[in-house]
């Protein structure tokens, strides 16, 4: 099998050798207003390099036709706009390259000004995102060590954001809690898209979301545009791209984490419609469908399918119908001979099963030549049922414990654009939630304590929030955003009403500072509130009546060019937040900051506070010459106070976090070949542990903390090292990409935390994950 693979490998090879000595491709794309997102008729775009230019038609469209393939830069200018500049935009053989453009209004048009052409590539897709915002590309998701197509893993290189555990894929950004992420897709909020994931979590064990159905989207690490809410900590904002809607294009990728097909093209050639779909299967699962066994004993399976379909009709806007779809299980058959028995959890046993699901409906449509409107219209679902099975002795097995939590969502978001003058634009919008829950717990404290129902709840509720930003620009350096986010939640009426400012300052095409401000605030977990407690004898649900988690977010911003395609960035930024969730017991330090993901059952009181605050520091090199590095510095406090009124470290209070991704890739003349070389060195102060009691924990068989010594004990320093390698062919039509990533390459051992080992009779360590190798090859055609 491997010889054949090979042979394979050697056969593209020599294919590419022998094709012809400049393969030719097409480059097209729509240009559109970027508030309005209305098609710009009569703008030229130029291939700089290939004296080749063209200008967009009524429909904002353009075509360039046998372009070689490679690096190119394009230039687009239109009166009325600011110009654009893409540079180093590489053009494979298998697939025509499509660009959909938003062009800026330059408020000056009217006056002698000249406005040089900016590179957009990091450049925020939402207009009134101006400070701790950045857009990111598929392309680094796919060229970035160790990201795998998958955007939580890909943003580790950014400033601010850290992952606490290398098993999945969760991040912590300025030191809030992985569960304080937004996730949006197409405008409207979604589900966790992530394989594995538990209810209450922002990540899981790899993203649901394939690479070939995103398009370009944004990153938001603070003080948020208004129209994002009930997030406190940071903010995926994705985009889907169309599929080509004049040819038929497919991907197919093996791996070791799936085989992945994708296809796209139009619907006819009379009709501009097209469609995007994109299905995967885990590799562990076609192997044990195949009867070969798999590492370990248990299964891992999952499989997935997103796809996105447009459909244009005329006067009466444009639709698209669009949607994620993940399945995944694991099992792990109890072990009952006590000689295997080597650690503690050689004697669990269980199962897991998740589906995660987001399918919706989009209608955008132009109101007026200023003014548009999109509405979406998602049907979500989150369903997990986890097992598990404890074995006490081979005559004894336990029911451990029980969940099974479903949610069901309709929501509904309407957004509103209007350009009120070429200064000033309002954005206003709804949302509006139907959420259906059905959540089960059955668990228990430690290993000698029964099992007990910690929840069982039937129940609905509504969400409901509203919005409106304002943005003025008096000129082309100066801008202003001003509006409020409202949140209301039925279960209890919750309310807030958070107001939210930025400004931007260009003094000239060096400089840039900025400012922002916003309140912040977030639901709890909807399980949190069902939660069962025995007070007084009793058991009730003491935590129906909590309120939002709010935070008070300000930012200050300073870019600066240094050369062209380097620049520094810094922020400074610091985060009060109030209402924070704690115990309602003064001698407990337990607090929602510190949970990564599933609900915490204890009786709670919103009296907590926190505080995130640090300065970032981070070097950009733009891909040029296909040369590109990021180097990311963070210097930071996590705080929080519970209701003993004691300031303490955060789990997450890591304090430093460094991150250097960088790559290069070797041209062959004629860009037929190539091979690339990325890596991504991570170091990080460590996280914070609470110390067991470890005289109490010997003598009852169960970990005992010291509570109030609560996460006064910092592990090690993590430091990780990431390495891709990946060869690419170019042939006639055919682009095949095979790679290797490392995760881990040194196979360091880094500390998550310690925990009583009751098979050991002694306190252990628990590590990270190791060396894990990541094989994939992928053919475009």
């Known amino acids: 099998m491997f010889r054949k693979i090979i042979n394979l490998i050697l056969l593209l090879s020599t294919c590419s050798g022998l094709a012809q000595a400049q393969v030719k491709q097409t480059i097209k794309g ?78 000056q048009s009217q006056q002698e000004v000249v406005v040089k052409a900016r590179s957009v590539r990091s450049k925020p897709l939402n207009e009134l995102s101006l400070v701790s915002a950045r857009a990111f590309s598929v392309e680094e998701t796919q060229r970035y060590a160790a990201a795998v197509n998958d955007p939580l893993r890909m943003s580790t290189s950014f400033a601010g954001v850290i992952s606490p555990n290398d098993g999945g894929n969760h991040i912590v950004v300025r030191g809030n809690a992985p569960n304080a992420l937004l996730w949006r897709m197409e405008g409207i909020e979604i589900p966790n898209p992530n394989h594995f994931a538990l209810q209450g979590s922002s990540g899981g064990g790899i993203s649901i979301l394939s690479a070939q159905v995103l398009a370009n989207s944004d990153f938001v690490t603070g003080a948020f545009a208004a129209e994002y809410g009930n997030a406190v900590g940071g903010v995926f904002d994705l985009r889907l791209r169309k599929g080509n809607n004049e040819k038929r294009e497919h991907t197919i990728e093996a791996g070791v984490l799936g085989i ?206 509203a919005f409106a930003q304002w943005q003025y620009k008096p000129t082309n350096q100066f801008v202003l955003t001003g509006g409020f986010h409202f949140l209301y939640l039925n279960l209890n009426k919750a309310t807030a009403v958070e107001p939210r400012v930025a400004l931007q300052w260009n003094p000239d095409n060096k400089n840039s500072f900025g400012f922002g401000y916003g309140l912040h605030s977030q639901a709890q977990i909807m399980g949190v509130y069902f939660a069962q407690s025995i007070i007084n004898d009793q058991w009730v649900q003491p935590n129906k009546e909590l309120g939002f988690t709010k935070s008070h977010h300000f930012v200050g911003s300073y870019n600066r060019q240094l050369l062209k395609g380097l620049k520094l960035r810094a922020e400074i930024y610091y985060q009060h937040l109030y209402n924070l969730p704690v115990s309602i017991y003064d001698t407990a330090t337990v607090s929602t900051v510190n949970i990564a993901e599933n609900f915490v059952l204890d009786p709670l009181t919103n009296k907590g506070k926190g505080r995130n605050y640090g300065l970032e520091i981070s070097l950009e090199k733009q891909l040029r010459n296909y040369f590109y590095l990021l180097f990311s510095n963070s210097f930071y406090q996590s705080k929080y106070t519970a209701a003993d009124g004691i300031e303490r470290s955060t789990r997450y209070n890591g304090g430093i976090a460094s991150t250097l991704t960088m790559g290069k890739e070797f041209v062959h003349p004629g860009n037929r070949r190539s091979f690339a070389a990325n890596i991504k060195i991570i170091y ?68 998550y935390s310690k925990y009583y080992d009751s098979v050991k009779g002694e306190i252990t360590t628990a590590y990270q994950a190791g060396l894990i190798p990541v094989l994939a090859y992928r053919i475009e055609f």
């Open 260 to 465: 992945n097909l994708a296809s796209e093209g139009p619907f006819s050639k009379n009709y501009k419609g097209s469609y995007l779909v994109n299905y995967r299967y885990s590799t562990l699962g076609l192997l044990s469908k195949m009867g070969l066994k798999t590492v370990g004993e248990g299964s891992t399976n999952f499989s997935d399918l997103s796809y996105n379909i447009s459909l244009p009709a005329g006067k009466a806007g444009d639709f698209t119908i669009f949607g994620m779809n993940g399945w995944n299980d694991q099992e792990f058959p109890l072990e009952k001979d006590p000689s295997k028995w080597e650690e503690e959890w050689n004697r669990y046993g269980g199962s897991f099963k998740g589906f995660t699901s987001g399918n919706g409906i989009t209608h955008t449509i132009s109101l007026s030549k200023k003014s548009r409107l999109k509405t979406v219209l998602l049907n979500s679902t989150q369903n997990t049922t986890n097992d598990q099975q404890y074995i006490a002795r081979p005559d004894s097995i336990v029911d451990a414990f029980r969940e099974k939590f479903i949610t069901r969502k309709w929501t509904l978001s309407s957004t509103l654009n209007t350009q009120l003058n070429r200064k000033q634009a309002l954005r206003t919008g709804i949302i509006a939630q139907q959420i259906d829950f059905n959540y089960l717990q059955r668990s228990r404290e430690n290993n000698a304590a029964p099992v007990e129902e910690r929840i069982n709840v039937n129940d609905e509720t509504q969400l409901v929030q």
């Open 30 to 107: 729509q240009l559109t207003d970027q508030l309005l997102q209305q098609p710009i008729a009569g703008a030229t775009v130029e291939i700089i390099g290939q004296q080749r230019s063209t200008t967009t038609t009524a429909d904002g469209n353009f075509k360039f036709t046998q372009i070689p393939i490679g690096m190119h830069q394009i230039r687009i200018t239109h009166t009325g706009y600011k110009p654009i500049l893409l540079e180093s935009i590489i053009l494979n053989a298998g697939k025509e390259l499509v660009l959909n453009l938003g062009m800026e209004l330059d408020v």
């Open 684 to 751: 990080a102060g460590g996280f914070r542990d609470t110390p067991l009691d470890e005289e109490a924990t010997l003598e009852l068989g169960y970990a005992k903390y010291r509570e109030a010594d609560a996460f006064t004990i910092q592990n090690p320093s993590y430091f990780r090292t990431d390495l891709r390698l990946s060869m690419k062919w170019n042939a006639r039509k055919m682009t095949s990409v095979l790679s290797l990533d490392f995760q881990n390459l040194t196979n360091r051992k880094n500390v």
